[in-house]
């Protein structure tokens, strides 16, 4: 069944009632998303130690895989999606979509392949230890068949999304992280599974989203008549999917490159201290999935409110386009300094969560936080700007902003700074790029938002018949 656009919600109803229809399940998605992964390290410091923590986060890379591939196909076909969809373009909307869902089919394939046949020496490319090696090992076997699953249902999510069901999208991925929480102590504590316990639990889960998802494509799928003729790989719609999901693609990638030489990092520097390599790798890992946990609602905001955004540009409704980012930034920055405030005045009670017996370890966590993670108040302005550009087609400006934190600034300063500075300079490479990059991205947001002010005002002269 295909739908009209003349009175779709997402150009008439209110923008902030919009916003929270949309970003509320992208919020609960995310959260229960980065708290299967925050469980995860929960549930193996208790049961296994630290040095279980170490090879989840070695491991972690992986993941980012998933995120990339999955935004790059998903979320670059969503943008356009919508904006055709505002157009009433049906047909080059299905395939726009049919062509991703094959591109996720193959990548996706491509990735668990690879990755399972060169496993062992990525993990020590990853950074892992003689100590951290037998651990990760065992989680990273079934985490590298998980990825196919894990690009299909995140990236199918997207188009569920645009469809006008974020709701069903939510479910999606949440029904994969509370199967994953609920199976992890049981494979770990009543089957005694250890480390491959719970990437079988990651990998069952995984499934489950995936059949969910492709139930909702199949069935209940309305915004267009999805046909087999549809799934093939196209040219143009390849060029233009990858051109409007490259930038977060490549935040994902440069991340996932940030991650492999941070832990090198602290493999080398933090042998040279007290805490010791796998005590270092430990705590770091685990304030980061914290801060991904903390983080996680502006990410849902970002990622939520993309359809608002594409739709409204499809109908030249450029007004409730700004309006829209304008709000999304406030309540993201509003996230970001309570996420802030949290790390800042409650670090040993946050790494508490973790179960170490060793004193190293908080004393190390909470000197991490208090420096790398500096400037996490202002985190919300990247992901929300850069998703705000990419929804509007505006692929080389998101670009540009993907890579300016991870690839201008905190690669070279983690290459750099810890050899002036030693463990520090790896910690302070994290707010010193925080710090930067935010100020760049705001003036661009504003510089976008002001565009479209323009543009609306040159509307209004134009029906009116008056000068701009």
Known sequence: MQAGTAANPLGTAPVKSLIWKYAIPGIITQLVSALHNIVDQIFVGWGIGDNGIAATNIV???????????????????????????????????????????????LGAAASLITSIFMEPMLYLFGATDLILPYASDYARLICIGLFFGVLSTGLSNFIRADGSPKFASYVLVAGAVFNMVFDPIFLFVLDMGMTGIALATLLGQVLSTILALYYMIKRFRSVTLAPRHLRPRAA?????????????????????????????LKTYGALTVYGSEVSIAA???????????????IGIALGCQPIYGFNLGRKQYGRVRETYLTVLRYGTLIAVATFLLMQLFPRQILRMFGSDN?????????????????VFLNALQP????????????????????????????????????????????????LSDGLAAIVVLWVGLREAKNLSRLETAQKAELTGEAP
């Open 284 to 298: 770091a890992g685990a304030v980061g999935k914290v801060g991904i946990v903390l983080m996680s609602s502006v």
């Open 60 to 106: 972690f890379p992986l993941t980012s895989i998933i995120i990339a591939l999955s935004t790059l196909l998903g979320l670059g076909a969503a943008a356009r999606f919508s904006i055709l969809l505002g157009k009433g373009e049906q047909e080059d909307a299905a395939k726009v979509i049919g062509t991703s869902i094959s591109w996720m089919l193959l």
């Open 384 to 431: 929300i700007t850069s998703n705000f550009c990419t929804a509007m087609g505006k692929a080389n400006l998101a670009f540009w902003l993907a890579v300016l934190r991870q690839g201008v600034l905190f690669i070279p300063l983690l290459l750099l700074l810890p050899k002036v500075l030693g463990l520090d300079g790896i910690l302070l490479a994290g707010s």
């Open 237 to 265: 719609e390849t060029v233009t999917i990858f051109s409007l999901g490259i930038a977060v693609f490549t935040t994902h990638v440069l991340m996932m490159i940030a991650q492999i030489i941070q832990m090198n990092g």
């Open 359 to 375: 004193e190293l370890f908080y004393s190390f966590g909470a000197h991490y936080i208090h420096i790398f993670c500096a400037c």
